[in-house]
Structures are given as structure tokens and as C-alpha cells.
Nanobody, 116 residues
Framework: QVQLVESGGGLVQPGGSLRLSCEGF????????LSWYRQTPGKDRELVAY????????SYADAVKGRFTISRDNVKNAVYLQMNSLKPEEKDVYYCKAALGQVNYWGQGTQVTVSS
């Protein structure tokens, strides 16, 4: 079955950087729009960044504009999220999503903790 596997989470100090990766298995990312979301326990999942298919157009939540960058590599079947200048309140589980029409695939999530 389709599987999305995130990696790259961990502990980082405030102001630090992390690069998240999400690799797809048994799914062709080139056909899908790709997104990163994050979620704090007890709250709704929040869209962080989006990248389209053909044009690779991107969009970001206002809170991360200028600090986060989403990119994709269709050859490697992967999507990335470069996160700079991280803040303590951005401690969350980060999820990738692949979407095509009504079909959505989610990864299992990777924990990001921002703390000194």
C-alpha cells in the first residue's frame, strides 16, 4: 500500500534549523500536490506549506513565511521542509501529505521540539 515516511525531526534550540524529509513509496509524487502540516495535541492540524505539481508553485502559512521553504524532488519521490529560525511554540508533530483530487495520503508524522 501507499506509504509516506517522514524523517528529520528532533530537538533543536530556539533560532536553530531543521530539514524535514518525506519519501513516498508505491505512489508517484510527480502527480500529487504535496504539503506539510503540523499539529499540537488537542488542536486541529495546521497547514504550514504547500507545493504544486507542474509549476511547483508554493504557498506558506503567514507564521512561517520567510523562515520555512518547501521543495520537492520528483526523481527521489520526496518533499522537504527547510525550517530556519525555529521558535519554541513551533514544537509540534509535522506531517506530510500527498493529494490528488479526493485522494489524500498522510505520513505518520515526525516530532519537532524547539527548546533550550
Amino acid at each position: 500500500q501507499v506509504q509516506l515516511v517522514e524523517s528529520g525531526g528532533g530537538l533543536v534550540q530556539p533560532g536553530g534549523s531543521l530539514r524535514l524529509s518525506c519519501e513516498g513509496f508505491r505512489v508517484s509524487f510527480s502527480l500529487y500536490s504535496l504539503s506539510w502540516y503540523r499539529q499540537t495535541p488537542g488542536k486541529d492540524r495546521e497547514l504550514v506549506a504547500y507545493i504544486g505539481t507542474i509549476s511547483g508553485s508554493t504557498s506558506y502559512a503567514d507564521a512561517v513565511k520567510g523562515r520555512f521553504t518547501i521543495s520537492r524532488d520528483n526523481v527521489k519521490n520526496a518533499v522537504y521542509l527547510q525550517m530556519n529560525s525555529l521558535k519554541p511554540e513551533e514544537k509540534d508533530v509535522y506531517y506530510c501529505k500527498a493529494a490528488l483530487g479526493q485522494v489524500n495520503y498522510w505520513g505518520q508524522g515526525t516530532q519537532v521540539t524547539v527548546s533550550s
